[in-house]
């Protein structure tokens, strides 16, 4: 086994968690794994993890061998994208990380026009509840939203993409359409917990004078796609992006409200770690992305309802 191959196995075993995971990653037995372990440790005359029947940890000297190991890795990664770079053909493996129910709606049609636009490419599209770090996931590209806090990233604005609050009209037959932020204290609305951000607070701003309202409402979620079904059931109001509720404001299922107020952007991101800005593949994705991205917007780059 090459010291590539060392390297390679161990940081496998260490990601998996466990040596059953770890096989079921590799496609070999249990018993293989532990016996290529085995033999690592042996050859280097130290013991890198701490087993159980169910996970592994590393020892002190595990986690000094996976620390060179994540470097090594990672230069022969970047060696080979340097090389690779300069090809015009974009081709290789793409691993692409993107919110799941917008994954499945925009991302998943976009990446299956661009495998038949670039069959030497071999995508993985990976969605996910949280986005997934760039640099411990190997993910070559990933769809954000909102503010994008690493400054090891490089990121790309691919669509604007406002937060706006809607409703269904038997909702609003029943109970009114709110005419201000305030009205909505009376209003039923249906809460989106996640990514840590404070519940039921929606900040508005209108001209210059900003207002933060409490919402409250008998239904709530960390489901984005949750949520909104329970709004086209007419359960009550729903602060969305523009492209998730779109297509059902565009057939009249869901009304805007509130328009003249604004809520703060959740603006479309393709990111992508600094060691990947010579690589063919992912200019070439992020480049295709943006050119199907604009065929949905209108001239002023907002949603085209």
């Known amino acids: 086994m090459s010291r590539e191959s060392e390297l390679s196995f161990f940081a496998a075993l260490v990601k998996a968690g466990s040596l059953t995971a770890a096989a079921r990653e590799l496609d070999v037995t249990p ?19 701490h087993r159980t029947t169910r996970r592994i940890s590393l020892t002190h000297e595990g986690q000094v061998y996976m620390e060179h190991a994540r470097r090594i890795l990672g230069d022969i990664e970047q060696m080979e994208r340097d090389v690779c770079g300069a090809r015009k053909a974009p081709r290789g493996l ?4 993107a919110p799941l129910g917008f994954g499945r709606t925009y991302i998943s049609p976009f990446i299956s ?32 939203f909102g503010d994008l806090p690493d400054a090891r990233i490089i990121a790309r604005r691919i669509a604007p993409n406002r937060r706006l609050i809607c409703a269904s009209p ?17 209003h039923n609305c249906i809460i989106l917990r996640q990514n840590d951000v404070a519940a039921g607070i929606w900040r508005f701003t209108h ?52 328009e003249d107020h604004a809520l703060p952007a959740a603006d479309i991101f393709a990111v992508y770690h ?25 001239g002023s780059g907002g949603m085209t309802w």
């Not at 793409?94 to 990380?97: E, I, T, W």
């Not at 038949?116 to 990976?126: H, N, R, S």
């Open 31 to 49: 018993p293989a794994v532990s016996k290529r372990l085995a033999q690592l440790e042996a050859r280097l005359g130290v013991r890198l993890l």
């Open 94 to 97: 793409l691993r692409v990380n």
């Open 113 to 144: 026009e661009f495998a038949k636009a670039y069959p030497e490419v071999e995508v993985q599209l990976i969605l996910s509840d949280h986005p997934l770090i760039l640099a411990d996931e190997s993910i070559d590209l990933g769809i954000r």
């Open 170 to 186: 038997a909702y609003l037959e029943r109970h009114g359409k709110p005419t201000s932020p305030e009205d909505l204290a009376a």
């Open 207 to 258: 001209g210059r004078r900003a207002q933060t309202v409490k919402v409250r409402g008998t239904l709530s979620s960390n489901d984005g796609e949750v949520v909104l079904k329970w709004a086209l059931d007419g359960h009550g109001i729903v602060q969305r992006a523009e492209w998730d509720i779109a297509r059902y404001v565009r057939s009249g299922r869901l009304r805007l409200l509130l």
């Open 274 to 298: 600094e060691r990947h800005h010579q690589s063919a593949k992912v200019k070439a994705c992020l480049e295709f992305l943006v050119s199907r991205f604009r065929k949905y917007a209108n």
